[in-house]
């Protein structure tokens, strides 16, 4: 295969630069999450009443008035809308196992900034398809549809983005960096659900938070095309190369990595597996405590103002206090800072199980948002080695990452629906389960072995 370089950019741009089209989007969608899970619980029970008809479905009915006290507590409906969110969760993963390595290629060949395009593109798609099927009452097979699209692409705006911040810092301040991106993009989430949830409860139709949400998409767009510069340095100009050879690549990526990075790696796998069982704690919270979108809204602006305040400040302070200035000094820091997020979070999810008040709910959010400075911290350990590919690593280490979320979303949603009735908060303890497992595989990483030399 002959190949050129081109150059793409004369100037490093700063890694703030990709804040933007994050931060633009992460509000976007936070803005209408709470609001898309109470939507989707009313949209099946206003539809299916019971459990009569397909066995575990119900029977259709035309839709029907009702109310969100009477459908929260509806033990059917809730075990309905688990396995709705299974299938949307098979729709979405599947395609980006099987196209999200591809995407790291392409970002690694011609750049990262058209992969930003992606997360509000499809945001618009899935919000335009949610107000579709409510004004032409399709069902929603349609926004499965959508999830299939969002599945194809999802991989390329996140290794992109790593990309991107890899491109623009050194290895000796990337943890602080990631992490004080992470905080930048988690700030508007912490606003997004609990603004979404104040107009909820002011009695806003769910259609006027949903044209919020693509009006913020389109800024996004706008920003992308327009401002945000690229980061990588060349373009390969790849005059002939066959899908043989690109899946060659792909295959080969991990190839070379030691045993502490395949260790971090599958702690990441398991870390990111953990997240698909977020969407349930709305519906857990609903039956056991009566929570509407205000209420998870209200929760999360709490959780997320911890996050922020756990990667801007806290962090910080640790590897101001605790990092010694030499890479290897740096690397061990991230590795124990790693460790001591997945004690607490494995220990803050399964008290949460015990949680007998909304107060103790509250108090264990301290340990819980802590869990925030595992992933960024994991991928900073990555990019030590990924070296020039690093978009094609990050792409194909989401593919192990689509592949156990599929696994445990699909395990985790099963078992809510079966025991919701008996033991909701099981899920609880096989969530925190996962981050006891990550826990033990950082146990065995050695500093010196995640060293780029």
Known sequence: ?????????????????????ALLTAFSTALSSVIVSQWLLLHLCARYQDGSGFPGWGSYVEPIPVTWEGCRQNTFIQALTAKWLVIAQMMFSIP??????????????????AMFLIPPIVS???????????????GLWFTLVIHMFAGVVSNGPIAALLAYMTDTTEPESRSVVFVRI??????????G???????????????????????????????????????????ENSKKQSIFETISKVATVFKGFNTS?????????????SNTSKNIFFYYMALVFGWDAYDDGQYLLVIQILNFSYMLFVFPAFAYVFAKKD???????????????????AGGICLTGLAETQVVIYLLALMCSFEVLAM????????????????????????????????????????????????????LYLTGSLFAVALFLMAFTRPYELINE
């Not at 390595?101 to 750049?111: E, I, N, S």
Request: hydrophobic residues 50%.
């Open 261 to 273: 990075m395949l260790l971090v790696i599958f702690a990441s796998t398991l870390v990111a597996a």
């Open 124 to 138: 618009i798609c899935a919000t335009a398809g949610m107000l579709i099927t409510d004004y032409l009452n399709l």
């Open 182 to 191: 992470q905080a930048i993009v988690t700030l508007p989430t912490a606003f």
């Open 96 to 113: 980006a196992m099987l196209f999200g390595p591809f995407w790291g290629l392409y970002c690694d060949r011609f750049g990262r900034k």
């Open 193 to 235: 659900p609990f603004i979404g949830g104040v107009m909820s409860r002011a009695q806003f139709h769910h259609s006027s938070i949903f044209y919020l949400t693509i009006f913020g998409q389109i800024l996004t767009l706008l920003y992308t095309v327009f401002v945000l510069p690229e980061s990588l340095k060349t373009v």
């Open 327 to 345: 890479v290897v000094g740096a690397v061990s820091f991230d590795i124990n800072m790693v460790r001591l997020s997945l004690f607490m979070a």
């Open 1 to 21: 295969m002959d190949s050129e370089t081109t150059p793409l950019i004369a100037k490093r741009p700063s890694p703030y630069h990709a804040c933007v089209p």
């Open 376 to 427: 960024p911290t994991l991928r900073t350990l990555i990019s030590n080695q990924a070296g020039d590919q690093c978009a094609q690593t990050f792409a194909t280490m989401q593919l192990l990452s689509d592949l156990a979320s599929l696994l445990f979303s699909m395990l985790s949603h099963l078992v809510w629906a079966q025991t919701l009735g008996w033991f909701p908060s099981l899920y």
